[in-house]
């Protein structure tokens, strides 16, 4: 490849390299390519390794997350819940992860497309979109998970469905101009030249810089909000065993401070391997000139942020007990009428749930909310609520 056999060089005394014999140039300049050709650095067993996994990764990504999407959609209740709206904008953006970001991927370190600036960085930007607004979904998720643990007799009235919407549409505008700044006009004014990014191609640093810190803050947020739910489910737990006594050992049932360690232990181990290795590329690119072996690397730990989309609708829908039933009946009356064409099928087509009252927090997994019915599993707020009561003496 043109303009890469040198190898790459950050010391002080590599910066002092001679021109035409007097001029001091920087080995920047040595480094600077003609096309993106520079950025294909893949060798054909990294290709082969990587690209199966976006083979399998992507479709099984969009078809998941697609499912999570209709399902909410064609169930009337789960789409007045404002968890569930937070679910299907972090699907929505999982379904955009799974499009863009193979498509692109693979046109570029496989198949090796040659776009221009423009076709380029329309392309990055709707990478770009896709993770951000997957991680500015988490952010909702775990924001509602607070309220509902935090606020828990309020939740109804501080988080309701409007503000629901409205959250979510503030997430995605900002999303999208913060994604396509570059199309726009951020871009590196020296096009594939130093100081341009080595990661990125016609990125300038100062933007890279600032993505990167955006992220940065939202998973802070993240961590901080499990983490104050955490805080409060134990000192609930506490205080109930102190009112209460202990359980007697047959009867006991593990608390909901340690299942909740367990599910959101989960949760961020899965967030931060992911994303960690990859923003740490970021922030090296910004800082200092990375080698080829860590461009190859930073090639393989991109797509974990691609393997993190396909595992949130584990972690954040399909395990939520509600949404399972409506998928299951969803299937069913799918079955029923393709058994029986003949039937006639009148009123609403929306898949209906006995789900309670419109804008309660029950979103959460089952290991998040203890069964205080035998038949059905409560939602942390309910938890909250019923402990409440019985602290009161009602």
């Known amino acids: 490849m043109d303009g890469w056999d040198e190898p790459v060089g950050s010391s002080v005394g590599a910066m002092m390299s001679k021109d035409n014999g007097s001029t001091p140039t920087s080995p920047l300049v040595n480094r600077s390519c003609a096309d993106l050709k520079c950025y294909m650095v893949l060798f054909e067993a990294e290709k082969t390794a990587i690209g199966s996994i976006c083979f399998l990764a992507g479709p099984f990504t969009f078809l998941e997350n697609a499912l999570v999407l209709g399902v909410i959609a064609a169930t009337a209740a789960l789409r007045q819940r404002p968890s569930y709206l937070f679910i299907g904008s972090l699907a929505l953006a999982d379904v955009f992860a799974s499009c863009f970001f193979t498509t692109s991927f693979l046109d570029f370190h496989l198949f ?130 102190g009112l209460q006594g202990a359980p007697t050992g047959g009867q006991a049932r593990m608390r909901l401070d340690i299942r909740l360690a367990r599910t959101l232990g989960l949760i961020l181990l899965i967030m931060v391997g992911c994303w960690l290795p990859t923003l740490s590329f970021m922030l090296a690119d910004v800082s200092v000139q990375l080698t080829h072996a860590q461009q190859r690397a930073f090639a393989f730990c991109s797509t974990m942020c691609l393997v993190n989309s396909a595992v949130n609708p584990l972690l954040y829908a399909l395990r939520c007990r509600e949404l399972r039933v409506a998928l299951m009946r969803l299937l069913e009356g799918l079955s029923e009428g393709l058994g029986c064409c003949q039937r006639h099928v009148g009123g609403d087509s929306t898949t209906t749930l006995p789900l309670g009252e419109g804008n309660s927090c029950s979103a959460h997994s089952e290991s998040e909310a203890p069964r205080l019915v035998s038949c059905q599993p409560n939602t942390v707020s309910e938890m909250v609520g019923k402990q409440q009561l019985d602290m009161t003496g009602k």
């Not at 709707?126 to 309020?154: K, P, W």
């Not at 004014?189 to 940065?216: E, K, M, N, Q």
């Open 112 to 241: 090796h497309r040659l776009d221009g600036p423009i076709a380029y960085l329309f392309k990055l930007g709707g990478v770009t979109m896709a993770f951000t607004g997957s991680v500015g979904s988490l952010l909702l998720t775990a924001l509602d998970r607070y309220l509902c643990i935090h606020q828990a007799s309020s939740y109804k009235v501080v988080l309701t469905r409007r503000r629901a919407l409205l959250a979510i549409l503030a997430l995605w505008s900002a999303t999208i101009l913060i994604s396509f700044l570059p199309l726009m006009g951020w871009r590196c004014p020296t096009g594939l030249s130093p100081p341009c990014s080595w990661l990125f191609p016609y990125i300038d640093h100062r933007y890279l810089a600032c993505w990167v810190s955006f992220i940065l803050v939202l998973l802070s947020l993240i961590l901080g909000a499990y983490a104050l739910i955490l805080w409060r489910a134990n000192r609930h737990e506490a205080s109930m065993t």
